[in-house]
Structure formats: structure tokens, C-alpha cells
């Protein structure tokens, strides 16, 4: 199945890039200081959103409109007295077509599985508002990854595929990692 295909082969990635957020998260003293780490997740959601909408439609992904994107995060970043001016510089990967659009939404769909952790240590810094993005689905988060990635092991069922959508998913979360440590721009 290329969802485990693409989990196995995007260890590495996915583990610097965890490791990065870990450590801004770890930095977090304020709702200022979280609403400036969520400017990174905004922009980046909201670049990869852009790049993969030509190909992600109904018949692709019939909830896709229902699932968590930037502009929760914007709401985030608003309730905490922040604002989306300022933003880092973010790069999408290259999506070509639905499989790989998929294979980068992949990635920011696995994000939102881990926000129950990330809601939990921010709650250890005494942050408490603008969450509502990381608590994803609630209660129907893994109902939802699993209908996400039941439609990613459908559209990858050809395995000479595999390899560009693990290519694009390992870029996915390299260039997640990019927007961290770049410089805001005006």
C-alpha cells in the first residue's frame, strides 16, 4: 500500500522536520511566541493548498472541504491577537497531477494526527487558545486519516508510482522544514 510505503520511506524527513517544530514549540512563552510559530504553519498549509488545488477535487477526495486547512490556522493566529502580516517565505513542492498532490497533502494531513501532542505541550507552557487547529478532527481523526489514505493507496495502486510520490512527500516535509528557517518578509 503506497500510504505505508510513502510512511516508511519519509522517516528521515518526517523526523527532522518533528524535531524542528519540537524545538519552536519548546521556545513557546506566550500566545505571541505561538501565534509567530503558526504563521509557519499557515503559510506553508496555505502554499502546498494552492499548489495541489488544481487536482484535488470531489471526485478525488469527496471531504475535502471538510478537512483542516489554512484557514484554520489563520483563525488561530487571529484569537491569539496575531495577524498573518509578516509571513516566512514558503515553497511548495512540484505537483504534477493527483497522485502527487495527494502525496503532499499526505503530509499535512499527518500533521494534524500529531496535534493532539502538540495541543498537550503547549498546554504545559500555559498556552490554551488558538488549538482548535491542532485538535483536528476530534473525536473522527482517524476515521479521517483512514478515508484520506484510502483514497491516496487507490489512486497509488500502479507501484511504479511509488517512487515520485514518496519523492514528493519527502520534499513536502523538507520544504515544511524550509519555512522555519527562513527570514519574514514584508
Given at each position: 500500500?503506497?500510504?505505508?510505503?510513502?510512511?516508511?520511506?519519509t522517516t528521515s524527513a518526517h523526523q527532522k522536520l518533528e524535531g524542528t517544530v519540537v524545538r519552536q514549540l519548546k521556545a513557546i512563552r506566550s500566545n505571541a511566541d505561538y501565534a509567530e510559530v503558526l504563521?509557519?504553519?499557515?503559510i506553508y498549509f496555505?502554499?502546498?493548498?494552492?499548489?495541489?488545488?488544481?487536482?484535488?477535487?470531489?471526485?478525488?477526495?469527496?471531504?475535502?472541504?471538510?478537512?483542516?486547512?489554512?484557514?484554520?490556522i489563520k483563525q488561530d493566529i487571529l484569537s491569539l491577537g496575531g495577524s498573518i502580516d509578516n509571513l516566512p517565505e514558503a515553497v511548495a513542492p512540484t505537483v504534477n497531477n493527483t497522485l502527487e498532490a495527494l502525496s503532499a497533502l499526505y503530509v499535512l494531513e499527518g500533521s494534524i494526527m500529531?496535534?493532539?501532542?502538540?495541543?498537550?505541550?503547549?498546554?504545559?507552557?500555559?498556552?490554551?487558545?488558538?488549538?482548535?487547529?491542532?485538535?483536528?478532527y476530534g473525536a473522527n481523526t482517524r476515521e479521517m486519516w483512514h478515508a484520506f489514505t484510502t483514497v491516496l493507496n487507490q489512486h497509488g495502486e500502479d507501484s511504479?508510482?511509488?517512487a515520485r510520490a514518496i519523492d514528493v512527500a519527502n520534499e513536502t516535509f523538507?520544504?515544511?522544514?524550509?519555512?522555519f528557517s527562513t527570514e519574514q518578509v514584508s
Open positions: 500500500m503506497l500510504s505505508q510505503n510513502i510512511k516508511e520511506n504563521k509557519n504553519f499557515y496555505h502554499t502546498v493548498e494552492q499548489a495541489i488545488a488544481p487536482f484535488m477535487t470531489a471526485e478525488v477526495l469527496p471531504d475535502y472541504t471538510e478537512r483542516r486547512n489554512s484557514s484554520h500529531g496535534g493532539p501532542y502538540i495541543v498537550q505541550m503547549l498546554n504545559k507552557y500555559g498556552i490554551t487558545e488558538g488549538t482548535s487547529f491542532f485538535s483536528g511504479s508510482t511509488h523538507s520544504r515544511f522544514g524550509d519555512v
